[in-house]
Structure formats: C-alpha cells, structure tokens
T-cell receptor, first 111, second 114 residues
Framework: DAKTTQPPSMDCAEGRAANLPCNHS???????VYWYRQIHSQGPQYIIH???NNETNEMASLIITEDRKSSTLILPHATLRDTAVYYC????????????FGKGTKLSVKP | DAGVIQSPRHEVTEMGQEVTLRCKPI?????LFWYRQTMMRGLELLIY????????DSGMPEDRFSAKMPNASFSTLKIQPSEPRDSAVYFC????????????FGPGTRLTVL
C-alpha cells in the first residue's frame, strides 16, 4: 500500500502558485519523497525528489517539514499544461527504488 | 535519445487471443519495469528486470501473463489468452542504476479486449 496521503483534487488559477500537500507520517529515516505527475493519456513524468532538505529544480520546489512527516510540492507559476495527476511517493533509500503509486492529486489549472 | 518506446500504442483484440506488447528502454538503462493502469486499481507494478533478468514478478496477475527481456534493448509482455478484464493501459519504464535514480516512462499501450 502507498505510504502517503494526498487530497484527491485541487484547483489553481493560471499564473498562480500551486501548492500540493502530501502526508507521509510513517516515513522512516532513509526514505525519500518523490513526486511524479501524469498528464492525461501520457506516462508518468518525474518532477523532483528529496530526503530532508528543501529542493528546487526547473520544474518545481519541494518543501519537506522538519519532522519529515509531510511535504509540499510547489509549482511557482502554474500553466494550463500543468493540469495533471500528481503523485507523492515514498521510496526507501536502500531499496531497488520501486515506485508504489497511490491515487494522487488531480490538479486542475483554470484560466 | 528518443525515450522509452512502446508498441503498439493501441491494441484491440478479442477474448482468447494472444496479445504481445513491446518495449524498447532508453539506451544504457539497466532496469526495466512493466506497469498496468486501470481506473479501479490505479497504476500497478507488474514485473521488473535488472540487466535482462527478472527480479520481481509478484505483481503479475496470473499465469496468463508473461514477460521476457531477451536483450538490453527489448522487452515483451504477453497475455495468453486475453480476457476483457485485462483491458488497461500498460506502461513500460526504464531506469539507469539502482534506487533513487529516476524512472522514465513510455507513452503506454492502450489494450482493449472485447
């Protein structure tokens, strides 16, 4: 079973920041938080991952709380193309890194 | 690189027929994964390979499903005989190295079994 909890859906206005929360209260010390997204009819796409420090790349920022029990994915200026299902996944660091997908959050970016 | 390539993109077949889905991973990637996605069950891992060797097939639903990876650049997922409940989108993904490396997904094959 997935180790994360995400809201089933969220809306965001185009051009505004989209903040997607994820709860992973049972995360252990060597487990990473990964985010993937799936645009309709496409394969999932990697966005970002982190262990305990905040991370930023060209797509998004990842904010992980100090106790690591939750995180937030931030899309700083959402566009219509960011409409997708966003998956938060916990991956053990020493494992084969297999991904267990939950139901994710359906983000709808509206004009 | 062209990314992960899957064929066919769409397959419609009749119950009882054999179905073969194909995947070409990204060159240099030594892990290959097969997933299935349905509305009811979401995205599920079926099987994965490391250096062409099947490592974990615990997600394969039943004996009607089989997967092979004869070389580093090609894998197949076969369903024989197919059933309507096998209708789903099947994704192939590849990864370079272990653990935390990124998985890259193909565009998927949409299978419809009538």
């Amino acid at each position: 079973d997935a180790k994360t909890t995400q809201p089933p859906s969220m809306d965001c206005a185009e051009g505004r920041a989209a903040n997607l929360p994820c709860n992973h209260s049972t995360i252990s010390g060597n487990e990473y938080v990964y985010w993937y997204r799936q645009i309709h009819s496409q394969g999932p796409q990697y966005i970002i991952h982190g262990l305990k420090n905040n991370e930023t790349n060209e797509m998004a920022s990842l904010i992980i709380t100090e106790d690591r029990k939750s995180s937030t994915l931030i899309l700083p200026h959402a566009t219509l193309r960011d409409t997708a299902v966003y998956y938060c996944i916990v991956v053990p660091g020493g494992s084969q890194g297999n991904l267990i997908f939950g139901k994710g959050t359906k983000l709808s970016v509206k004009p | 690189d062209a990314g992960v390539i899957q064929s066919p993109r769409h397959e419609v077949t009749e119950m009882g027929q054999e179905v073969t889905l194909r995947c070409k991973p990204i060159s240099g990637h030594d892990y290959l994964f097969w997933y299935r996605q349905t509305m009811m069950r979401g995205l599920e891992l079926l099987i994965y390979f490391n250096n062409n060797v099947p490592i974990d097939d615990s997600g394969m639903p039943e004996d009607r499903f089989s997967a092979k990876m004869p070389n580093a650049s090609f894998s197949t997922l076969k369903i024989q005989p197919s059933e309507p409940r096998d209708s789903a989108v099947y994704f192939c993904a590849s990864r370079q190295g272990q653990g935390r490396d990124t998985q890259y997904f193909g565009p998927g094959t949409r299978l419809t079994v009538l």
